[in-house]
């Protein structure tokens, strides 16, 4: 079992940047796949990136590749999104997950944070 908590979210301009953050507990966290995903309102929950066991390999989705950055720190057992240049269309609930077998569709993740708000104005 994995419990994982979200925090950093918040309000910001556009342009500016914010640091997600997601701490897992449970044992065995460094095997697996973390992946962060958000869901605006009215809209279907999205990828946005996702990050190897090991750290060595990442995924982004075409719409924030450039601009957010996924790493993980095993040690602290905690995994980060890092966005900058934000967007207004950047703004929604994120959440991280974790998943054996899993990459970019939320089908193969099999634990989930409760979310974290991003809010970008204009």
């Known amino acids: 079992q994995v419990q994982l908590v979200e925090s950093g979210g918040g309000l910001v301009q556009a342009g500016g940047s914010l640091r997600l953050s997601c701490a897992a507990s449970?044992?065995?966290?460094?095997?697996?796949?973390m992946g962060w995903f958000r869901q605006a309102p009215g809209k279907e929950r999205e990828f946005v990136a996702a990050?190897?066991?090991?750290?060595?390999?990442?995924y982004y989705a075409d719409s924030v590749k450039g601009r957010f950055t996924v790493s993980r720190d095993r040690a602290k057992n905690t995994v980060y999104l890092q966005m900058n240049n934000l967007k207004p269309e950047d703004t929604a609930v994120y959440y991280c997950?974790?998943?054996?077998?899993?990459?970019?569709?939320?089908?193969?993740?099999?634990?989930w944070g409760q979310g974290t708000q991003v809010t970008v104005s204009s």
């Open positions: 997950a974790a998943g054996t077998t899993a990459w970019d569709k939320s089908s193969q993740y099999d634990y």
């Open positions: 449970g044992r065995t966290f460094s095997r697996y796949v």
């Open positions: 990050i190897s066991w090991s750290g060595g390999t990442t």
